[in-house]
T-cell receptor
């Protein structure tokens, strides 16, 4: 099976702009979670989608949003970019998210976002 | 107190030795535990998962879980230079408001020197 894919891999934006990142989960996986990774904060949970519904959200401002499509592909959007949004954005997919082996998350390669 | 804490690194071991990585968690409802390996500039790669008390072995890797002590560990036997990476411990709770949320430790940097 193909793994989780993310596009684009690298992105450079300026403050105030917005950005959309895309994630395609492993075939058959219906849960997609998004994380932000920075040197100072480590891996922080952004949100999780399952069957086009956001079921969980981390402690991030409303500038961070996402959605999931009927084919389980997901996008996240960051509006009004700030310098502190520079990070590696990772998505991970799992069969489901309720626990046990089916909740095992597999990560994509990430999108490296740099905000100038 | 952080929800998931890992033993402070960095950890340096000689090639062929056993590397021991430790993790404690504070939330008793945590159900599933994972160890990920992350090479510099790359994304986390799943090494081991463990759900019940005891040991789970996979090749050179052994994960240990003790729910009473809220403790998870990873042993790497016959460590190789290619094992040099950051190891991340993660926990997930069952359903409810914890859907899809892995809580990560800060990571332990492991260096295996020839």
């Amino acid at each position: 099976k193909a793994g989780v894919t993310q596009t684009p891999r690298y992105l450079i934006k300026t403050r105030g702009q917005q950005v959309t990142l895309s994630c395609s989960p492993i075939s058959g996986h219906r849960s997609v979670s998004w994380y932000q990774q920075t040197p100072g904060q480590g891996l922080q949970f952004l949100f999780e989608y399952f069957s086009e519904t956001q079921r969980n959200k981390g402690n991030f401002p409303g500038r961070f949003s996402g959605r999931q499509f009927s084919n389980s592909r997901s996008e996240m959007n960051v509006s009004t970019l700030e310098l502190g949004d520079s990070a590696l954005y990772l998505c991970a997919s799992s069969l489901e998210a309720s626990g046990g082996p089916a909740a095992t998350q597999y990560f994509g390669p990430g999108t490296r976002l740099t905000v100038l | 107190q952080k929800e998931v804490e890992q033993n402070s690194g960095p950890l340096s071991v000689p090639e062929g030795a056993i590397a021991s990585l430790n993790c404690t968690y504070s939330d008793r409802v945590s159900q599933s535990f994972f160890w990920y390996r992350q090479y510099s500039g790359k994304s986390p790669e799943l090494i081991m998962s463990i759900y019940s008390n005891g040991d789970k072995e996979d090749g050179r890797f052994t994960a240990q879980l003790n729910k009473a002590s809220q403790y998870v560990s990873l042993l790497i036997r016959d460590s190789q230079p290619s094992d040099s990476a950051t190891y991340l411990c993660a926990a997930v709770n069952a359903g409810g408001t914890s859907y899809g949320k892995l809580t990560f430790g800060q990571g332990t940097i492991l260096t295996v020197h020839p």
